[in-house]
């Protein structure tokens, strides 16, 4: 199997397995156990790994809140926010490339009250800011918007959105889950007021991640979303999962030291797939060649079904789109924003990673040009 999906979930790094076997057994202690030795040890673990987490993103480790993952800790900054500033507003802007997370989320909202408002954005993925600019409004207690995409790896204007955002004292939310530790996230310079994070699209575990609170200029308030024992600053209550922290602080420290050399050879990587394959003329790039993650590429085949290709290739692992849509048999909603209906369900998303090689992405080309051609002649 050659596995070019890493958007989806990554292996465990065996640096940070390592990290976390610990926690399971000899170190097994409740970090919330103050009184003796195995509870400090626990609690410690929790300290070093808020400090990685902090380290990867440029803020200070107490604004870190522990969370299972991107999903928990966007629907805690959304709903947090939305019922921490009601008396300012419920008016909330949004924009249709994002994650389903975060969509589902805002339309539960709407039930309570809340005025959602979604964004187009061009058919290079990216929004329009002079039209951010028209639509925020007094009452806009919060924008939100994706760092990159999920399905085309697109790179929104952050920082940009951000400074609308605060022209207007509206809190900004962005959801970094598969940005960082692949290309450089600061929340201080980019002026991001809350962030979510998860394990493992970093080569972290499943079931970790966490949330980032700007605790000041402005400090940012949330209502909770679970009550109980006051466990992150009352935040987040619930036993903390020591070894699936400790995993996501280990994976946070390794994505740093690796990333630059890493997007490096992962971009050429990258442009090795994207010109074996649009070189036979019969496919072309979704989404925006200039402003993407380095290790992406979301490829649309002209006359070809996304899902019979992915038959024809059956050692390849590949996606047509979100890990979290896959079983939905409606098109995808990135690319139908992005005016591409016709093509999304002739469409492969690309991910690489940290084990790919040079020789794999040959053969992948050799593969899934050979596929697509027998797919367009009929047999």
Not at 107 to 113: A, D, Q
Not at 231 to 238: A, F, I, P, V
């Amino acid at each position: 199997m050659i596995y070019l999906d890493y958007n989806a979930t990554t292996p465990v790094d065996k640096r940070v397995l390592e990290a976390m076997l610990p926690y399971f057994s000899d170190k097994f202690g409740n970090a919330a156990s103050k009184t003796y030795a195995l509870g400090w040890t626990a609690s410690r673990a929790i300290d070093e790994a808020r400090k990685e987490v902090s380290s990867l993103i440029n803020c200070h480790p107490q604004e870190i809140i522990f969370t299972s993952g991107s999903t928990e800790a966007a629907n805690l900054a959304i709903k947090g926010v939305f019922a921490a500033y009601a008396s300012k507003g419920k008016h909330i802007i949004t924009f249709a490339t994002e994650h389903k997370c975060v969509l589902d989320t805002y339309l539960y909202l709407e039930s309570l009250g809340a005025e959602i408002e979604i964004l187009p954005v061009n058919q290079e993925g990216l929004p329009d800011l002079q039209m951010l600019r028209e639509k925020i409004r007094a009452d806009t207690i919060l924008v939100s918007a994706m760092y990159a995409n999920n399905e085309t790896g697109v790179i929104n204007p952050v920082k940009e959105i951000a400074e609308i955002t605060h022209f207007n004292k509206s809190i900004f939310f962005c959801d970094a889950t598969q940005a960082a530790g692949k290309v450089r996230v600061d929340v201080q310079e980019e002026g991001i007021d809350l962030l979510c994070i998860s394990a493992h699209k970093i080569y972290g575990p499943k079931g970790a991640g966490a949330l980032y609170v700007r605790r000041k200029d402005p400090r940012v308030s949330l209502v909770p979303l679970i009550h109980g024992g006051g466990h992150e600053r009352g935040l987040r209550s619930g036993t903390l999962n020591v070894p699936g922290i400790a995993g996501l602080g280990k994976a946070c420290s390794v994505a740093a030291a690796d990333m630059w050399n890493e997007s490096g050879r992962l971009s050429l990587l990258r442009t090795q797939l994207e010109q074996g394959i649009l070189d036979q003329g019969h496919s072309f790039v979704n989404g925006s060649i200039k402003h993407r993650l380095p290790h992406v590429t979301n490829i649309a085949f002209n006359g070809v079904k996304a899902d019979r290709l992915i038959a024809q290739i059956p050692d390849i692992a590949v996606s047509a789109g979100s890990a979290c849509t896959s079983e939905s048999p409606e098109p995808s909603h990135v690319l139908t924003a992005m005016g591409r209906a016709q093509l999304a369900g002739s469409s492969l998303r690309f991910s690489l990673g940290k084990y790919t090689t040079p020789e794999e992405i040959e053969k992948v080309i050799r593969e899934v040009n050979a596929a697509a051609a027998r797919l367009k002649g009929g047999k």
